[in-house]
Protein backbone atom coordinates (compact mmCIF):
# COMPACT_ATOMS: atom_id res chain seq x y z
CA UNK A 1 0.00 0.00 0.00
CA UNK A 2 1.52 3.05 -1.24
CA UNK A 3 0.94 5.87 1.72
CA UNK A 4 1.98 9.22 0.04
CA UNK A 5 1.30 9.87 -3.49
CA UNK A 6 3.85 12.55 -5.21
CA UNK A 7 3.11 13.96 -8.39
CA UNK A 8 4.07 16.72 -10.58
CA UNK A 9 7.12 15.95 -11.67
CA UNK A 10 8.62 15.77 -15.01
CA UNK A 11 11.28 17.56 -17.99
CA UNK A 12 11.81 21.41 -17.36
CA UNK A 13 14.60 23.59 -19.28
CA UNK A 14 17.13 25.19 -16.71
CA UNK A 15 15.76 28.25 -15.19
CA UNK A 16 11.91 26.73 -15.66
CA UNK A 17 9.62 25.97 -12.65
CA UNK A 18 7.74 23.02 -11.48
CA UNK A 19 5.48 22.30 -8.59
CA UNK A 20 5.81 18.88 -7.02
CA UNK A 21 2.75 17.87 -4.20
CA UNK A 22 2.56 15.17 -1.92
CA UNK A 23 -0.53 14.39 -0.52
CA UNK A 24 -2.49 10.79 1.63
CA UNK A 25 -5.62 9.37 1.30
CA UNK A 26 -5.00 7.62 4.60
CA UNK A 27 -3.50 10.12 6.63
CA UNK A 28 -3.51 13.54 7.47
CA UNK A 29 -0.66 15.65 6.62
CA UNK A 30 -1.35 18.31 9.02
CA UNK A 31 -0.29 15.75 12.05
CA UNK A 32 3.07 14.66 10.57
CA UNK A 33 6.12 16.91 9.76
CA UNK A 34 6.57 16.25 5.78
CA UNK A 35 9.99 16.73 3.98
CA UNK A 36 10.97 16.05 0.60
CA UNK A 37 14.11 14.56 -0.17
CA UNK A 38 16.04 13.92 -3.94
CA UNK A 39 18.45 11.01 -5.13
CA UNK A 40 20.30 11.96 -8.14
CA UNK A 41 21.87 9.42 -10.70
CA UNK A 42 24.78 8.50 -8.39
CA UNK A 43 24.13 10.38 -5.72
CA UNK A 44 22.90 10.27 -2.01
CA UNK A 45 19.37 10.73 -1.07
CA UNK A 46 19.27 14.51 0.15
CA UNK A 47 16.72 16.20 2.17
CA UNK A 48 15.63 18.86 0.26
CA UNK A 49 12.96 21.26 2.05
CA UNK A 50 11.25 19.92 5.50
CA UNK A 51 7.64 21.40 6.88
CA UNK A 52 7.05 21.00 10.86
CA UNK A 53 3.31 20.38 11.59
CA UNK A 54 3.40 23.55 13.54
CA UNK A 55 2.97 24.62 10.10
CA UNK A 56 5.36 27.48 10.29
CA UNK A 57 8.56 26.19 10.86
CA UNK A 58 10.57 25.19 7.65
CA UNK A 59 14.18 23.85 6.57
CA UNK A 60 15.92 23.99 3.37
CA UNK A 61 19.10 22.78 2.08
CA UNK A 62 21.42 25.19 1.22
CA UNK A 63 21.47 24.03 -2.39
CA UNK A 64 17.89 25.22 -2.61
CA UNK A 65 17.34 28.08 -0.54
CA UNK A 66 15.57 30.95 -2.37
CA UNK A 67 14.49 29.06 -5.20
CA UNK A 68 12.57 26.56 -3.40
CA UNK A 69 9.32 26.59 -0.70
CA UNK A 70 7.53 24.46 1.08
CA UNK A 71 4.23 24.79 2.02
CA UNK A 72 0.99 23.60 3.14
CA UNK A 73 -2.82 23.13 1.61
CA UNK A 74 -5.07 21.87 4.92
CA UNK A 75 -7.82 21.99 2.46
CA UNK A 76 -6.33 19.51 0.12
CA UNK A 77 -4.38 17.47 2.77
CA UNK A 78 -1.61 18.39 0.51
CA UNK A 79 2.26 19.42 1.09
CA UNK A 80 3.18 21.46 -2.06
CA UNK A 81 7.13 21.99 -3.19
CA UNK A 82 7.43 25.10 -5.69
CA UNK A 83 10.73 25.03 -7.53
CA UNK A 84 11.81 28.17 -9.42
CA UNK A 85 14.97 28.66 -11.09
CA UNK A 86 15.67 25.08 -11.79
CA UNK A 87 19.27 23.68 -12.68
CA UNK A 88 20.66 20.56 -14.23
CA UNK A 89 21.84 19.64 -10.91
CA UNK A 90 18.27 19.65 -9.34
CA UNK A 91 17.71 16.23 -11.86
CA UNK A 92 16.66 13.50 -9.45
CA UNK A 93 14.02 11.49 -8.23
CA UNK A 94 11.93 13.52 -5.29
CA UNK A 95 10.54 11.83 -2.38
CA UNK A 96 7.91 12.70 -0.07
CA UNK A 97 8.26 11.48 3.37
CA UNK A 98 6.44 11.86 6.40
CA UNK A 99 6.83 11.40 10.31
CA UNK A 100 4.68 12.35 13.81
CA UNK A 101 7.56 12.30 15.79
CA UNK A 102 11.06 13.81 13.88
CA UNK A 103 11.84 16.34 11.18
CA UNK A 104 14.58 18.30 9.91
CA UNK A 105 16.96 16.57 6.72
CA UNK A 106 19.52 15.11 8.78
CA UNK A 107 17.95 11.87 8.70
CA UNK A 108 16.17 9.93 6.58
CA UNK A 109 14.34 8.36 9.21
CA UNK A 110 10.43 8.93 8.19
CA UNK A 111 8.16 6.57 9.04
CA UNK A 112 5.98 7.64 5.75
CA UNK A 113 7.23 7.51 2.02
CA UNK A 114 6.15 7.73 -1.35
CA UNK A 115 7.66 6.03 -4.67
CA UNK A 116 8.81 8.99 -6.05
CA UNK A 117 8.55 11.31 -8.91
CA UNK A 118 10.92 12.05 -11.69
CA UNK A 119 12.12 15.62 -12.00
CA UNK A 120 14.78 16.11 -15.27
CA UNK A 121 16.12 19.85 -15.48
CA UNK A 122 17.76 19.76 -18.81
CA UNK A 123 18.34 22.04 -22.00
Known amino acids: QVELVESGGGWVRPGGSLRLSCTSSSFTLTNFAVAWFRQGPGKEREGVACIVNDEKTTYYADSVKGRFTISRDKAKNTVTLQMSSLKPEDTAVYYC????????????????WGQGTQVTVSS
Open 97 to 112: AADSWQYGLGHSNYEL
